[in-house]
């Protein structure tokens, strides 16, 4: 078996993994970080959406592997202890959820989006996000949140 | 929590009204909201794979696991002889059988399932199974399914006065035809239990479930255990809109088999597409009709049939195809109605509840007649539709003979013209369709009326919980169910309200059978109207006591004490909360009590289709205006205006989230989202690639909701409010007929009525244009 070593929200972990497992096995099963959520399984729905070397990419289509000598940041890697990040705040300020199943990935590729976007339209936001699913609020609140937790980002 | 919070003086926060947001919200953008998948699981959990079947309809004649049983990884193969009770999951009739034995009636239909060290070990040893069928003749289609007269359940009549009569008396008659499509549910999170074996043949279910009582049930019935024996567990759910209702039990019946035989927890979730494979949808319909009107567009008389694909098994389908009746009115007086509703068997999936629970398709059904009926007179659909409302005496009674008593539908609909300026983009919608020859607008308005409650009257019933600590913490349960829409923000709210403190300081737990029993499902939009006022109830007598304890203190009588800015007070003095509570308990006074609520002035006669099957009536309207290619079929939702009536909002932030996400998918329902059977019976769109879930872009750039203003409940519900689950999406209404009204624009003559049916696809837009 394979071993990788990657460093996780700041900490590196090394761990020996079968070659198939994904990065979201290994997040959630092997470091139980359960906040990367799996919705479609297939690269669909961005309920997954990790980064990457700061890159938002989709977890649940990418090895465990791929990622390895890579920095990996989770949802649960966001916040400054107990001090939310702007998009996270944004997200509750704005009620940019419901039941919250989307909501990480959702924050994760906003986030992504945020750092090459400073001031983004609309328009842009609706594009960026539509790779992620959401069931539940119609995204109006998740726009919003996006809007707001961009500008908090780069204000 | 935080254990000094009730001592804090000043106004309490997070009463009822206040747009506080939803309960989790720091746990579920931090990632620390736990879901079922989430949980920590116990050393030695198993996890399981379901086994499907490959046929729409078939005898099995052969199935041998042998080579499933001593594959790599595998712990146990579970088929229907594993089964210590009854194997059966089906909630109303005993028609879903657990493990198939000895004939299939779906694709998808699970024959045995496999415990293994993971998944992926369960899901390859399935494949070694040798499974040998012998096929039937499969009914996939509704119209196939009336043809052979194949219905689960006998069709039902609604009926008043004497519609063939009315509708040959009158001046204009019409008939129509018009085919209504299915919707996966797509909850993010899929279906998933985790089953934990107990002592004595117990067993604990952690399930997604929007209806724990009826898993419990279900499950004690399979394991042929007392219900009591059974104990399931549910804190949040990752979106339900009904198919966590009935759709959960098969697989939390599966898990506790598992653990049953191998004494070890067992894990059982879904990837997508064996849940859309196997769970059951939105009932599809098919409608036809004949009415009979006057020049001005009024109803005379209405002769409907509603045949709806309930799938192999009778389900709730029951439930869902009264309210399609009980909906084909929405919001119009019509004196003379005839509708048979057809519960069609097919050999598909067993369809069951979604957010609207067969109102949607008879709402529908009542809005393309009344589009036709304006199209044919040449006239604005809008006038037609409110030329037809419900009005004063006389005009005023349902066909299943419920009194409308605060139809706020007329006025509510002046607003909202008025606030979307309709009358202006009516005219410049016909003035760009006279300047563009490729691209067409629609502009419609549609009303919503929805009945509020369980049309099974018993199940309008529902208890809580509460306890208060030492320390003056207050731990709040009861029946309800949270998957997102806000239920236990709300119901923290009223417990908050009446105790007068911070609601931070009101614990909210995971529902839990062992805890509150018997409960009805989290459906029907009734949530907080049924537990909100059993929480309430419960508050009030544990106020009650502390009343009494305070008066003793403070030397008032106990009506004068009062709960307000986290404390408690009477004549001159005051108590923090936290202290009356810690005096009542050193004066041995109980701090634990139940609540409990039943919906009152509801009744309902089946057999002659009457009586009062709702307790009130939640009402809104829709704007939408949409730009269609003529070229391409293709369109935009360009702007959508929506005024929505929440009565007295509990929470204005959360119910404007509901009237959002509802109204959007409504409209992937009659738009992008498409569930195509091949003739074989197997669904074809069975992921996020081939089923289009509406994405951030489809919502329009302009998207106005407001709610209704100074409109309390009449019925003294939980503080004069109203529920919101379901009645938005049939806002979504709208935009269909917004597409159908910029498909009319590509003929010459305005009184053409194009066939459209649902969901309107850019393909289904493109045949439905003038040719
Ligand atoms: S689970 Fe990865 S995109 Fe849906
Ligand atoms: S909040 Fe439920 S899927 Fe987005």
Redesign the pocket.
Known sequence: MPTVTITVNGKAVTREVEARTLL?QFLREHLSLTGT?????????????VHVDGQAI????TLAVQADGSAVTTIEGLADGQTLHPMQEAFREHHGLQCGFCTP?MIMTAVDFAKNNKNPTEAEIRQALE?N?CRCTGYHNIVKAVAAGTAAMNG | MNAELPIRPGPARGQVRESRPHDSAIKQVTGRAFYTDDIVEPAGTLEAYVAQSTEAHARITRLDVAAVRTAPGVRAVLTAADVPGVNNVGPVLADDPIFAEGLVEYVGQSLFAVIADDVRAARAAARLAVVEYEPLPALITVEAALAAGSYVLPSVTMRRGDAATAIAGAPHRLAGRLEIGGQDHFYLEGQISLALPGEDGDVTVVCSTQHPSEVQHLVAHALHVPVAAVTVEVRRMGGGFGGKETQASLFAAIAAIGARVTGRPIKLRLD?DDDMVMTGKRHDFLATWDVGFDGEGRLHGLKAMLAARCGYSADLSAAICDRALFHLDNAYYIPAVEAVSHRCKTHTVSNTAFRGFGGPQGMMVIERILDDVARHLRLDPLEVRRRNLYGDAGRDVTPYGMTVEDNVMPQLIAELVESSGYQARREAVAAFNAANPILKKGLALTPVKFGISFTTTHLNQAGALIHLYQDGSVHLNHGGTEMGQGLFTKVAQVVATEFGIDVDHVKITATTTAKVPNTSATAASSGSDMNGKAAQAAAQTLKARLAEVAAAEFGCRPEDVAFADNRVSGGDRSLGFAEVVTKAYFARVSLSSTGYYRTPKIHFDKDSFTGRPFYYFAYGAAVAEVTIDTLTGEYRLDRADILHDCGASLNPAIDRGQVEGGFIQGMGWLTSEELVFDGRGRLRTHA?STYKIPACGDVPAEFHVTLLRDNPNTEPTIHRSKAVGEPPLMLGISVFAALRDAVAATYDDPAALPALDAPATPERVLAAIAP
């Open positions: 979201v959520h799996v919705g479609c399984d297939t690269s669909q729905c961005g309920a997954c959406v989709k977890s649940c289509t990935g790779g699913i | 997508r996020p």
